[in-house]
């Protein structure tokens, strides 16, 4: 679906975006040192930031799904990112298939992008506040569901608790939803639930982007805006030099 109007280019979404990305590469590179190079420090300091991981990828998620209202064509955008998201997968399964990524962020944003271009015009009736509000509602409640990892839930923590059912954690189709679990070991891993709300609240709250004053409109770190622009194309060379650096530190 395309747009008609043109959409200006906002530096601080840029600016913001890059930031991630780089957290996110220091993050994956502190994970392949620290067990597939055995060093010990990058162990320590990548369990020290593991708290905070899901709150700088919450950002990014968030962050595509504000940018949704600034697209021209989400339809591409989405198609062409879920392209991108097998090809990643194909190369990791056959590269290294321990660390396998079977539904990760990559396939998160494609399905939300594909997602939000067929129910742009529903989606559009809502009030971008009260959209907004329900996502975060929802986002908090899902937070628990996934069960690859734990027993999820829905609810909140020690105050009300809904377990997934036994039968529903056996469907491994249900994983991409979070719902399911596969035997194995995954890489990345970030399930429709509960990221598609983190996603859907970016995009409603997208409606009021263009109310920044202009000073957080144009750049102010231009490395930071230029890896935002090109935050694809980062994640996707990343990984590969990430494994190539840690295989040559493992064999000094």
């Known amino acids: 679906m395309k747009n008609n109007v043109k959409k200006e280019r906002i530096a601080l979404l840029d600016e913001v975006r890059g930031l991630c990305v780089v957290l996110m590469v220091i993050y994956h590179g502190l994970f392949t040192l620290g067990w597939y190079s055995d060093v010990a420090v990058c162990r320590t300091l990548f ?22 209202t600034l697209s021209r064509s989400n339809l591409k955008r989405g198609a062409l990112l879920a392209v991108v998201a097998v090809g990643v997968t ?21 399905v939300c992008i594909l997602l939000y271009a067929l129910l742009h015009r529903v989606i559009a009736r809502v009030p971008g506040w009260l959209g907004a509000a ?6 908090l409640l899902c937070w628990h569901l996934p069960v690859q990892y734990e027993n999820g839930f829905f609810g909140i923590r020690g105050l ?22 596969i035997a194995g070991t ?11 709300f983190c ?13 920044l004053p202009d000073v957080l409109k144009r750049p102010h770190i231009s490395p930071l805006a230029f890896i ?17 650096v840690g295989m040559l530190v493992a064999n000094i």
């Open 47 to 68: 369990r020290f930031f593991t708290p905070v991981e899901p709150f700088f990828a919450g950002v990014f998620i968030f962050l595509c799904g504000l940018c949704c």
């Open 90 to 110: 194909i190369v990791m399964a056959v590269g290294f298939p321990e660390n396998a990524i079977w539904f990760g962020v990559l396939h998160l944003l494609a």
């Open 134 to 139: 329900v996502c975060a509602v929802l986002l």
């Open 160 to 181: 009300w608790e809904v377990a997934v059912p036994y039968r529903v954690v056996q469907c491994e189709w249900l994983y991409p939803l979070g719902l399911g679990r």
């Open 186 to 196: 995954q890489g990345d891993y970030f399930p429709l639930l509960p990221w598609v």
């Open 199 to 211: 996603f859907f609240g970016g995009s409603f709250l997208g409606r009021y982007v263009h109310r």
């Open 228 to 244: 935002g622009r090109h935050a694809l194309v980062f994640y996707v060379v990343h990984q590969p030099l990430i494994y190539a």
